[in-house]
């Protein structure tokens, strides 16, 4: 793959106008007090389990079902996995991520990782309420409205069932899935779910490896998705966690790793530091294999724009984006949107800077 040369394109990335030291930036009052805000949280080492290889539904473009991974056996032994979360915290491991395929059809499994690793997110389609003794935060996944569901899901009243499981819930933030069919509808879903009082955050359809069917995003519909999503943010304030500078590093047109470089292990050798050392992704039967491991394993890397990738690969790049003070509040931005997104607990603040800015390309 030919990574494009970003530093010489300049409607991808931009440049500071002058020179700034960190401590010039940190001068400011209002970005030294979030960047003490989220760097208390940089002790975060995540990587992510495949708590069954089972599913309640089917989607279209579902990144589970392919690859090798949905043909692993289950390991369904709760001591076999807490012995995993207890060696996993001995190698550093400080935040889990509970995924695929449906980790709400195996909650004795999820109680288990709570009690050994106490920070996580569970990634769920919502269908199944997760017992409230599981305090991590659920991550409940939207693909559009109701009658949207019904085509790509397979899922009858899934909007509504969803909402009635997690109603009043702090644990959920409702996760919508931008793809190029469902952009109109986001507003309608945004306000009934913005009604109850739910907290939303967004999310690209990245196609999985082989994909080509109607989901897959195109340079158009990555402009109207940008404006959608600054539109709803603006719209919702209090209930869409989000920023700007989300919105653009989400809808590039070049995926995540073309612009920022991805450090799972599956696009980065190094076992040296960082997730190329640490990161791992354990399948059902407690495998894990090191070519695949990423947090989104089977997705074309190319058309990766996930909110779970970004997390990490966005985040990681704080030397690239202390540049200018703009471009540094996008970052904080985007740092304590990540946090209040996967942390339970954490309170979004005010976002510091509200104009666009492009990702920039003077530093590694």
Not at 41 to 49: A, I, P, V
Not at 87 to 103: D, I, M, N, S, Y
Not at 171 to 183: G, K
Not at 258 to 280: H, I
Request: proline residues 7%; hydrophobic residues 35%.
């Amino acid at each position: 793959m030919t990574v494009p040369n970003l530093k010489h394109d300049p409607s991808t990335c931009h440049t500071p106008e002058r020179q700034w030291k960190f401590a010039d930036i940190l001068a400011d009052p209002l970005i030294n007090a979030r960047w003490e805000k989220v760097r208390r949280f940089f002790f975060l080492r995540e990587s992510t389990y495949d708590m069954s290889c089972r599913c309640n539904i089917r989607c279209e473009g579902c990144y589970y079902f392919e690859g090798p991974k949905q043909y692993t056996d289950e390991n369904r032994d709760p001591d076999a996995w807490r012995l995993l979360m207890q060696a996993e915290k001995a190698r550093g491991v400080t935040f889990v991520v509970l995924a695929g395929a449906e980790p709400a059809l195996v909650p004795d499994l999820c109680q288990v990782c709570y009690e050994e690793m106490p920070l996580g997110t569970i990634a769920s389609n919502g269908l199944i309420r997760i017992p409230e003794t599981i305090q991590y935060r659920i991550h409940v996944s939207v693909w559009g409205n109701d009658v949207t569901s019904q085509r790509i899901r397979g899922a009858a009243d899934m909007l509504r069932r969803q909402i009635d499981n997690y109603r009043n819930d702090p644990r959920a933030i409702f996760v919508y899935t931008f793809t190029p069919t469902n952009i109109d509808e986001a507003h309608e879903v945004t306000e009934i779910l913005a009604d109850r009082g739910a907290k939303v955050t967004f999310n690209m359809f990245s196609a999985p490896v082989g994909y080509d069917g109607p989901l897959r995003h195109t340079p158009a519909t990555l402009g109207k998705v940008r404006e959608t999503m600054i539109s709803l943010l603006a719209s919702h304030p209090e209930h869409v966690l989000f920023s700007n500078y989300n919105a653009v590093v989400h809808t590039h047109r070049l995926g995540l790793h073309d612009v920022f470089a991805c450090p799972y292990p599956r696009r980065n050798p190094s076992r040296n530091v960082g997730l190329g050392r640490s990161f791992r992704q354990y399948r059902t039967d407690l495998s894990w294999d090191r070519d695949a491991a990423c947090c989104v394993p089977d997705t074309d890397c190319r058309d990766c724009r996930h909110y779970a990738a970004g997390s990490a690969i966005v985040t990681s790049k704080l030397f690239r984006h202390a540049t200018d003070p703009e471009t540094f509040r996008a970052w904080l931005n985007y740092v304590d949107t990540y946090l209040a997104v996967w942390v339970t607990g954490y309170e979004k603040g005010e976002n510091l800077y509200t104009g666009i800015t492009e990702p920039p390309c003077c530093a590694p």
